[in-house]
Structure formats: structure tokens, C-alpha cells
């Protein structure tokens, strides 16, 4: 007899989504940790929904976990990816109605999101965006870059270098062109 | 120690220094390690002028942000992009830095110019050809949105219609009639035109012109009342299945009939925006009623000036109870008024006694009428708490906006807040009655 679950996959009823999360599936990150999330939650991972639909939710429950070997998918960035989908998974649909609402949470993130996204471990970060690219979260993309765009937004390009740890590997000769191509931008320069 | 040692060691160090791994040895992934997919995602949330900005940081991010904007479809050209650049006092447009902003970005199907003073101010007083940059640069451009430009002569303008003539969007201020034509004529697969911002006298008849694709027209303002002939021009071709109309027009007595004439014939009509300057002496109670045959509407938007001596207002509650009985499908409703007319030096004792607006007579039955409304907009108009119970029962709205209506209380609009769950977005602006 199939699960339950089998019977409500795709149903968007925010009864059966709820129900949904209180079954646990088990995400294997590329360093072997493994890591229980609602079925609801990691369904908001493309990749994680894919592998649910085509396995079935019976064979993800009582199976061997899902495994993400993407390189950035490292035990930590996986716990991060899975606090994040675990606070999301019920967040009310975008009202298309009030297309002014969307350009807002285009441009801000919630004070739950940036307190999320503020770690101190900037290669945490990093990780937590790729994996998240990898494990096709748009949401989460979203504010991860987000985030870095409130930091670099304003700034020099030395400013920026130093807040993202990354060196100039441009010879004087080729920094010059580009700056004689829209000298008028690096003004802070 | 042996060799394979020595080398694991100089192994280790050697991505230290890199920054690959940290001093325990663990990896450390940079910004640099983000996929393009990833980088890109982040080059979206920043402004054009810091992706720009950024091409300077490194290689990485010079080849992942010359490729972003490769692969850019939309922009749009503001004033920190253009530099701030000032001749005698006004902002001038940097023919160089929209070059070589353009020249980046070659995939550009459509390009804005920011509505900005400045952004303004600058286009009106440029000599540079901007359409020049266009047409070297961009090869897929669907849709532009340029006004008060001052170097778009009709030479350009036909230089745009032989380089896109694809072009399906285009908002462009143009000052002599000819160019209307280019454009109609031109452009066969326009679905948007507005003539926003342009100074023209009697172009109605260039309008037959326009290709069967339109959908959409924003008029011209209509300084010296060619609105028949404008009417006329759009039903003798295709605009006569326009599906959105803009118009800013001044409203005479004799304008009854037009207004039977666009409700008669604009059976494919969804949305409507009538700005309206009266210049009406007679009281007529019909003189809108006519828009009433425009049963389609989906979208109104009505919306008086200020009315100055002894003219009529346009407003009143026939033609709009004529308009909610017929109009059923309105799911958006603005009315706005210009409030009451100021007096005049030479009408001392004389006040606004004639003037006229739409009450609770009308819009008090606007939830049996249009109980479709989603958005509802109202500003000075005569209404009281009568009309607030009803729009409580428009179960369907989410958002209103009540601008400067003397005739709500305080205790009405409590017990609205209290009641009227549905709405998602209400905003309130001086409608407190004082009496």
C-alpha cells in the first residue's frame, strides 16, 4: 500500500503542505554528514523535488539518504540550507496583484533573512550560495545575493576587493584601459 | 623527512597563500569560486553603474560581468550611469559614457531612459544623436521608451524605423506632425505607442496608420482640442480594437457626443485613463454617461484638474451610475477629482456654488453595481460613511486609497478598519471631517 504522502504529492493545500513537513527525509552532504529536513522544506530545492517525484516520497523516507555531492554542499552550508527552507517552506505566495509589492521584496530582505545571511565566515557564505545554486533554491540564491549586493553596493572597487578577500590580477596597463573606458564611474577610485 | 612529505607540505602552502585553504587546512571558497549562474544572480540585484564599477576589481570579475551584460535583455539609462556633467548650470547628457554603456550590451531589447528631472532636463537640451548609439550597437531592440529628447529630429526617426522596424513598444515626445506618420506607417508591429510628453497639433489622421498589432495608445496632450479628429483617426484603422487608451483632453459642452462615440465603438476597449480640464459652462447630467457602452472595462481611471471660475466639473453621479450599472467587468476603479475651484480676484463674493461631484447618490450602490473591484481609488469627491459600508462589502478588494474626502468621520473610518478585512493595502490621506 502506498504511503499517504504519495496520495497528496502536488497538492498545494496548505493543510497537506503542513502535514507534508512532518514526514523526514534524510540530505547527505558531500562531506558524508547527514541531516534530517521536512519533505515540504526540501521540496523547495528543485533538485531535491525532482529526485522525491521520480523516486517516490515511500523510497526517500525509508531509504538511503539523498545525496548532494556538489563540493559546495559541505556540512555546514547544508545545516544553513536546511534552517532556511525549515523557516520558509510556508511563506506565503507572491500577490501578483501588487506588482509594486514584489519590486519591494526585490529590493529587501526580511530582518530573519539578514540576520541569516550575516555570517562572520565569508566562505560559509560562499558555500551556502553555490549549494544553494546547485540545489536550484531560487529563494535562498535570492538572499545570499542579495546580501552581497548590499555590501558591494556604494563601494570602490579597492573596498571591494578588501571586504570580498580577493586580489587585483590585473597588470597597471590593463586596470588603465578599463578605467579610461568609463572613466567617469571610478570617480572613487 | 621524505620527499612525498616535503611536498604535501609546500602542497598545503602553496593554497594558504592562494587563500584556497585555510591554516587548519580546510577549503575557503571566494566569491571567485561562484559558478556564472551564481555570479550573475548576484549582478542582477546591483545597479547597472556598480556592475560597471566592478569591472575593475579583477580578471574574474571583469570576464563574468562582461558576459552579464552581454547577455543583459533590458536597461534602463539613468544619471549616475550618465555622470554628472554640467554646462552654465544644467545637466548634460554624456554622449561617450551612453556609448560605451551601450556598446556593452548589444542583446538590449529593451531600453529605458530614467524619468528623472535630470534625466529630463538633459535629453532636452542634447545634441547628441542617440539613436546613432542605437543603431550601431544594438541589434534585437523590441521596445524604447525615450522622451523629451531634443536631438530626435525626423531624420532619426527614420533611421530607427529602417534599423528596428520590429519594434513593438515605443514611448517617444515628438513636436511635428510628420513624424506621427513615420511612426504609424513605420513600425507595423507597434502594440504600444504613447506620444507622452509631445507637442503636436492635429495628428488624428496619421493615427489610421498604426498596424494591426496595436493595442495600446497614450496621447499627446490635447492643447488645442483635436480630440474628434484624434477619435476619428484611431476608428478609421486599427486603433478601433485598442484595448488601453490614454488621453488627457479639455472638455467642452459640445463633448457629449464624443464621448457616445468612444462608447460606441471601442468594443475591444479594457482600459481607459481620462484626464479631463473642464472648460464646461452648462450643467448637462449626462455628459459621461456615454463611456457606459464600453461594457468590456476592465481598467477606469477618470480624472478631473483643478476647476478654475465659473466651469463645470465633468463629475456627476448619472453618468456614473450609468457607467457602474453597464461597465460590470471593472475590476479597477480611480476617481479622482481636482477638488473645488479657487476664486478669482474679480469673483470676491462669488464662491464655488456650482460646483459639482459624485456622492453617495452613485457610489454608495458600488457594491451591488461592481462587486468585481479589486483596486479603488477616490479623491475629492462628496462622498460620506454611506459609500464606506458599501465599499466594506466589495469582498474582491485589496486595495484602496482614500485621498482627501472632508465627508468621512472618524467613527466611519474606525469601524471600515475594523471591518473591512479583505483589503490588504489601505491607505488614508486627509479625510478626517473636523465638524
Known amino acids: 500500500m502506498a504511503d499517504n504522502a504519495d496520495h497528496i504529492d502536488g497538492d498545494d493545500n496548505e493543510d497537506v503542505r503542513a502535514q507534508q513537513n512532518l514526514i523526514k527525509i534524510k540530505l547527505k552532504s558531500s562531506e558524508g554528514g547527514i541531516y534530517e529536513c521536512g519533505l515540504t522544506a526540501a521540496k523547495m530545492s528543485d533538485l531535491v523535488k525532482n529526485m522525491v517525484e521520480s523516486l517516490g516520497t515511500d523510497a526517500v523516507v525509508t531509504t538511503e539518504p539523498i545525496i548532494l555531492g556538489n563540493e559546495a554542499v559541505t556540512d555546514a552550508a547544508l545545516k544553513k540550507i536546511i534552517e532556511w527552507v525549515e523557516f520558509h517552506w510556508d511563506d506565503p505566495p507572491v500577490d501578483h496583484d501588487f506588482e509594486d509589492e514584489k519590486d519591494r521584496r526585490n529590493e529587501e530582505l526580511s530582518h530573519w533573512d539578514k540576520q541569516f545571511i550575516d555570517v562572520d565566515d565569508q566562505a560559509l557564505l560562499f558555500d551556502v550560495i553555490a549549494a544553494a545554486n546547485y540545489m536550484d533554491i531560487k529563494g535562498l540564491v535570492e538572499v545570499g545575493a542579495k546580501h552581497i549586493c548590499s555590501k558591494i553596493r556604494g563601494k570602490s572597487c579597492q573596498e571591494v576587493r578588501e571586504m570580498l578577500k580577493i586580489t587585483n590580477d590585473f597588470t597597471a596597463e590593463e586596470e588603465d584601459a578599463i578605467h579610461k573606458e568609463n572613466a567617469w564611474i571610478y570617480a572613487k577610485d | ?435
Open chain 2, 1 to 435: 623527512m621524505s620527499g612525498n612529505s616535503l611536498s604535501d607540505i609546500m602542497d598545503v602552502l602553496s593554497h594558504i597563500m592562494k587563500g584556497s585553504v585555510d591554516l587548519l587546512g580546510r577549503r575557503q571558497t571566494h566569491i571567485t569560486d561562484l559558478d556564472e549562474h551564481s555570479f550573475h544572480h548576484i549582478l542582477q540585484y546591483l545597479s547597472l553603474f556598480d556592475v560597471f564599477l566592478c569591472r575593475k576589481v579583477n580578471k574574474y570579475f571583469l570576464r563574468q560581468i562582461d558576459a552579464y551584460l552581454e547577455n543583459c535583455r533590458q536597461m534602463t539609462y539613468n544619471c549616475k550611469l550618465n555622470g554628472d556633467h554640467f554646462f552654465n548650470g544644467e545637466h548634460v547628457f554624456n554622449g561617450r559614457a551612453f556609448d560605451s554603456v551601450v556598446a556593452r550590451m548589444p542583446n538590449i531589447r529593451v531600453m529605458r531612459f530614467k524619468r528623472c528631472p535630470k534625466m529630463r532636463s538633459s535629453l532636452a537640451t542634447t545634441n547628441y544623436n542617440i539613436v546613432s548609439s542605437l543603431t550601431n550597437h544594438l541589434i534585437m531592440l523590441n521596445e524604447l521608451h525615450l522622451t523629451r529628447c531634443r536631438s530626435l529630429d525626423t531624420k532619426s526617426l527614420k533611421l530607427l524605423v529602417e534599423w528596428f522596424p520590429n519594434l513593438t513598444h515605443l514611448t517617444l515626445s515628438v513636436y511635428n506632425e510628420t513624424s506621427v506618420e513615420i511612426i504609424a506607417k513605420g513600425f507595423a508591429n507597434l502594440k504600444y505607442f504613447s506620444l507622452e510628453d509631445s507637442v503636436l497639433e492635429d495628428y488624428g489622421n496619421h493615427l489610421q496608420h498604426l498596424g494591426l498589432k496595436i493595442h495600446t495608445f497614450v496621447a499627446a496632450v490635447d492643447h488645442n482640442n483635436h480630440k474628434n479628429s484624434l477619435i476619428t483617426g484611431l476608428l478609421n484603422g486599427n486603433g478601433r480594437y485598442l484595448r488601453a487608451l490614454d488621453m488627457r483632453i479639455k472638455v467642452f459642452d459640445s463633448d457629449y457626443t464624443l464621448f457616445n462615440t468612444m462608447g460606441t465603438e471601442f468594443n475591444d476597449l479594457l482600459s481607459l485613463k481620462l484626464v479631463f480640464q473642464s472648460k464646461r459652462t452648462v450643467d448637462d447630467n449626462q455628459m459621461l454617461s456615454g463611456l457606459s457602452g464600453l461594457s468590456s472595462l476592465t481598467h477606469l481611471h477618470l480624472e478631473e484638474n483643478r476647476i478654475y471660475s465659473n466651469f463645470q466639473s465633468v463629475f456627476e453621479d448619472n453618468s456614473m451610475l450609468s457607467i457602474m450599472r453597464n461597465c460590470r467587468q471593472l475590476e479597477s476603479l480611480s476617481l479622482i477629482s481636482g477638488g473645488k475651484h479657487a476664486q478669482t480676484s474679480s469673483d470676491d463674493n462669488n464662491t464655488a456654488t456650482n460646483f459639482r461631484s459624485l456622492t453617495d447618490a452613485s457610489l454608495s450602490m458600488i457594491d451591488q453595481l461592481l462587486p468585481n473591484i479589486r483596486h479603488l481609488s477616490l479623491k475629492s469627491i462628496d462622498i460620506t460613511d454611506r459609500t464606506l459600508s458599501s465599499i466594506e462589502r466589495l469582498y474582491k478588494l485589496k486595495s484602496l486609497r482614500l485621498d482627501s474626502l472632508a465627508g468621512l468621520t472618524f467613527d466611519g473610518l474606525q469601524e471600515f478598519m475594523t471591518n473591512a478585512t479583505q483589503i490588504n493595502r489601505l491607505e488614508v490621506i486627509n479625510c478626517l471631517n473636523h465638524k
